[in-house]
């Protein structure tokens, strides 16, 4: 049973344009939703978080979007760079026993053309 | 500011052998996970370890274990390996804040295992 899915493996779009990924979670317990990005050879690095207390926060040309009744969250990228082509995992993490555990989706594959 | 660094980036081993891989987390950073990541997925937790004691633990089974030294770095064993643990490992550090999980993990760059 994946807890974390990423329904788009890939994602193409022009550059300039808005890259919108999309996660969806079934556990309730989820307190913490997290963004990575991956590029080949390379550890994920994290980019963006949000706290299930908020249903937006902004960093930049990334913003994240929670929809707790949905179990549903998103990640804008705009304008999209060709320097962001690269693997986004969707994370989460529950407090209290499980705290610092995270669950990942499986990632979405963006490229964006020049 | 030295990050996440694990060793050896690449390992090939037989079935039925044990492996033993490295993790020193980024400067400043007391907890460190692992992950595996098979082909096509996402990283799935293993295990966490702070205060050389596991803390947290995944669906695997008893053939992974790990060890954390009083520096902070950290070993991952896999033992009787599988063709189905051919994944790449990832470690990743974090600073331990009790049951508030309101922070990212930082990431190394993963040992690449391949079970013949």
């Known amino acids: 049973d994946q807890q974390v899915k990423q329904n788009s493996p890939s994602l193409s779009v022009q550059e300039g344009r808005i890259s919108i990924l999309n996660c969806d979670y079934t556990?309730?317990?989820?307190?913490?939703f997290l963004w990575y990005k991956k590029y080949p050879a390379e550890g994920p690095t994290f980019l963006i978080s949000?706290?299930?207390?908020?249903d937006k926060n902004e960093d930049g040309r990334f913003t994240v979007f929670l929809n707790k009744s949905a179990k549903h969250l998103s990640l804008h990228i705009v304008p999209s760079q060709p320097g962001d082509s690269a693997v986004y995992f969707c994370?989460?993490?529950?407090?209290?026993?499980?705290?610092?555990?995270?669950?990942f989706g499986d990632g979405t594959t963006l490229t964006v053309k020049p | 500011d030295a990050g996440v660094t694990q060793s050896p980036t690449h390992l090939i081993k037989t079935r039925g052998q044990q492996v033993t891989l490295r993790c020193s987390p980024k400067?400043?950073?007391?907890?460190v996970s692992w992950y595996q990541q098979a082909l096509g997925q996402g990283p799935q937790f293993i295990f966490q370890y702070y205060e050389e004691e596991e803390r947290q633990r995944g669906n695997f089974p008893d053939r992974f274990s790990g060890h954390q030294f009083p520096n902070y770095s950290s070993e991952l064993n896999v033992n009787a390996l599988l063709l189905g643990d051919s994944a790449l490992y990832l470690c990743?550090?974090?600073?331990?804040?009790?049951?508030?999980?309101?922070?990212?993990?930082?990431f190394g760059d993963g040992t690449r295992l391949s079970i013949l």
């Open positions: 990743a550090s974090s600073l331990y804040i009790g049951t508030d999980s309101n922070q990212p993990q930082h």
């Open positions: 994370a989460a993490s529950a407090g209290g026993n499980n705290a610092g555990k995270s669950t």
């Open positions: 949000i706290s299930s207390i908020k």
């Open positions: 556990n309730s317990m989820f307190d913490y």
């Open positions: 400067s400043g950073h007391d907890t």
